[in-house]
């Protein structure tokens, strides 16, 4: 299984849309993919229907002593081959937990580990803060994806997640690829073109040198967590955009020339 934690620190760069739409993608090409919420916002849970009372099963399970299996506490989704672990209205007390909390920065990585042979992928959607989610998402991580939102402040939250990554990298001595994913991006809007610019010069080699781009198709969470997408939907630039930056995520794509006509 590999697994790929969909973070940055930064909210609103469209982490969850990301971890979504690469979810179904990869599910419709016949993997078996596990999506696991690890936001005390739920977007990504809400987005599938699953109201927040009663508490459904989750995330938060798993960092329970004895932990609970992820088998036990994932359900279906309407999507053939994707499962959700839930969010749970508890993470919020969890998230405000020392980052350090002894034992417990490893208890995701744990119940993802003990259940690799069901999944071909997990895709962890994370909070926009730095705690003991993001840190449990990143100890268990194969890969490293930053959304970044194509706007001159987004930068500083590219750059504090990379920070955030080499000290991972260090604590727990294996790499952790990252990859930076530009999102919204506006081809109209000067701060955007600008903006992308300045990403593929600063971080040449993880730099996806295409972008997701605005797409009001794109803007409905519920409606891409539908059993089959809207022909607009499919049809639409920015899940085209998503297909692309799939297959150079999976690097079976050489990094494409520049943007799309
Ligand atoms: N390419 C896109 N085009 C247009 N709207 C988008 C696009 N990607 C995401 N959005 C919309 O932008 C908003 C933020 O996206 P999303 O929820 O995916 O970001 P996020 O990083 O997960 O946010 P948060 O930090 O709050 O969890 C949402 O309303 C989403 O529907
Ligand atoms: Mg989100």
Partial sequence: MQVWAIANQKGG????TTTLLLGRLLASRGQRVLLADLDPHASLTRAFGIPGEPPPAGTLDLFEQPPKAVAEVSRLTPIAGLRLLP?????ATLERRSATAPGLGLALGQGLAAAAADYDYALLDCPPT????????????????IPTQTEPLALHGMEGMLRTAQMVERSRKRALPARILPTLFDRRTRACTETLDRLREAQPERTWVQAV?????????????????PAEVLQSRGY????????????EAPQPEGLPA
Avoid at 133 to 144: E, G, H, P, S, T
Avoid at 213 to 229: G, M
């Fill in 130 to 145: 730095l705690g003991l989610l993001m840190v449990n998402a990143l100890a268990a991580a194969d890969q490293l994806v």
């Fill in 87 to 91: 969010a749970q209205a508890g993470m």
């Fill in 213 to 229: 781009p605005l797409d009001t198709r794109l803007r409905d969470a519920a409606e891409l967590a539908r059993a089959e997408l």
């Fill in 240 to 251: 085209d955009a998503y297909q692309r930056a799939l297959a150079w995520l999976l690097r």
């Fill in 13 to 16: 760069v469209g982490k969850t």
